[in-house]
C-alpha cells in the first residue's frame, strides 16, 4: 500500500516553468515504477511520464518530450516533474501514480492531483 500526494501546481504564463512534487508514504516506493498522467477539461486522462524503479528508464508522451523531466528521489520518497515552456494546452490536473507491476500497463495507486493551468 501506497499513499500519494501531489504538490507544486499553480497558475503560470506561457513559456514559464513549474515543478511538481510526489511525495509516497510507505516502505515500498523504491519498488515501483512511478508515473504522471493529467486530465485536462473534457478530455480523458492521458498518460504524461514515467520512470522506471531504479530511475534508469524514463518515457514520455510525444508532446511533452524535451520539454518535461521525470525524476525520482528513492531516499526521499518523491518523484517529480520538471515542466519547462509550458503551452495552455498543457492545462490540467496532473496525477502521479504508482505501478507495482514495473510494466508501466499497471498503476494502481493515485494522489489527489494538482491543478497546473498555462495562461497564453
Known amino acids: 500500500q501506497v499513499q500519494l500526494v501531489e504538490s507544486g501546481g499553480g497558475l503560470v504564463q506561457s513559456g514559464g516553468s513549474l515543478r511538481l512534487s510526489c511525495a509516497a508514504s510507505?516502505?515500498?516506493?523504491?519498488?515501483?515504477?512511478m508515473g504522471w498522467f493529467r486530465q485536462a477539461p473534457g478530455k480523458e486522462r492521458e498518460f504524461v511520464a514515467g520512470?522506471?524503479?531504479?530511475?534508469?528508464?524514463?518515457r514520455y508522451v510525444d508532446s511533452v518530450k524535451g520539454r518535461f523531466t521525470i525524476s525520482r528521489d528513492n531516499a526521499k520518497n518523491t518523484v517529480y516533474l520538471q515542466m519547462n515552456s509550458l503551452k495552455p494546452e498543457d492545462t490540467a490536473v496532473y496525477y502521479c501514480?504508482?505501478?507495482?507491476?514495473?510494466?508501466?500497463?499497471?498503476?494502481?495507486?493515485w494522489g489527489q492531483g494538482t491543478q497546473v493551468t498555462v495562461s497564453s
Open positions: 501514480a504508482a505501478d507495482p507491476s514495473r510494466t508501466f500497463d499497471f498503476f494502481g495507486y
Open positions: 520512470i522506471s524503479w531504479s530511475g534508469g528508464n524514463t
Open positions: 510507505g516502505r515500498t516506493f523504491s519498488r515501483y515504477n
